[in-house]
């Protein structure tokens, strides 16, 4: 069975500092993983994936994320955040196989930029 | 710009009356979900259609119900909401065919906010 884990329920930020939020994941095979931010009363926006390749995965707004196999891990980073990028994130991962699989989500990491 | 539609984005509905939340796109996507979040959690996935297959998950309970009746449309019925049902209810879609694997996102609703009185 497919899982992720994103170990921090809040990350705190300033802006215009480094942000990373994190992830890990335990799927058999090599897997397909996801970042989605949710804003208030929003549905889920697709940041950025990975599905093989270069383990730097860049995406939209200015995110970015490493793909790390040995430790199982998908960070999420900005090099400088903004007091907008505060919102709610979920890392997802889905098996390569199966052509209508199905998503497993984080339990969510709220961001705070703060001024 | 292509998207996918949920109308109502707030519905409000009294306990124990049959009520159905929509959800239209136009990407012409062949798979399409309904999750169920409560407070900021994780999306927890009622059932999908692929195509016209309808799947839906071991948990889900018997008061949930989807018809899909078009490409574009999908209707989430819950028959008798019950307090535990106030919750945002998400459809998203994604493209799928065979032969290729499942690394498309999926894309989102907005989705519709249910209130049970």
């Known amino acids: 069975a497919q899982s992720v884990a994103q170990p921090e329920d809040q990350v705190n930020v300033a802006e215009g500092n480094p942000l990373t939020v994190k992830c890990t994941y335990s799927v058999s095979g090599n897997p397909y993983l996801f970042w989605y931010v949710q804003y208030p009363n929003r549905g889920l926006q697709f940041l950025l994936k990975y599905i093989t390749g270069d383990n730097l995965v860049k995406g939209s707004y200015g995110f970015e994320a490493e793909f790390n196999k040995s430790q199982t891990s998908f960070h999420l980073k900005k090099p400088s955040a903004l007091v907008s990028d505060s919102a709610l994130y979920f890392c997802?991962?889905?098996?390569?196989?199966?052509?209508?699989?199905?998503?497993?989500f984080g339990t969510g990491t709220r961001l705070q930029v703060t001024l | 710009d292509a998207m996918v539609i949920q109308n109502p984005r707030y519905q409000v509905t009294q306990f124990g009356k049959p009520v159905t939340l929509s959800c239209s796109q136009t990407?012409?996507?062949?798979?399409m979900y309904w999750y169920q979040q409560k407070s900021s959690q994780a999306p927890k996935l009622l059932f999908h259609?692929?195509?016209?297959?309808?799947?839906n998950e071991a948990d889900t309970p018997d008061n949930f119900q989807s018809r899909r009746p078009n490409t574009s449309f999908c209707f989430l019925d819950i028959r008798s909401p019950g307090l535990g049902d106030a919750a945002m209810y998400l459809c998203?879609?994604?493209?799928?065919?065979?032969?290729?694997?499942?690394?498309?996102?999926?894309?989102f609703g907005d989705g519709t906010r249910l209130s049970i009185l």
């Open positions: 259609y692929y195509d016209k297959d309808f799947n």
């Open positions: 997802a991962v889905r098996p390569p196989t199966g052509t209508a699989s199905k998503l497993t």
């Open positions: 990407l012409n996507h062949n798979v």
């Open positions: 998203a879609t994604r493209v799928a065919a065979g032969g290729v694997s499942s690394n498309q996102p999926q894309h």
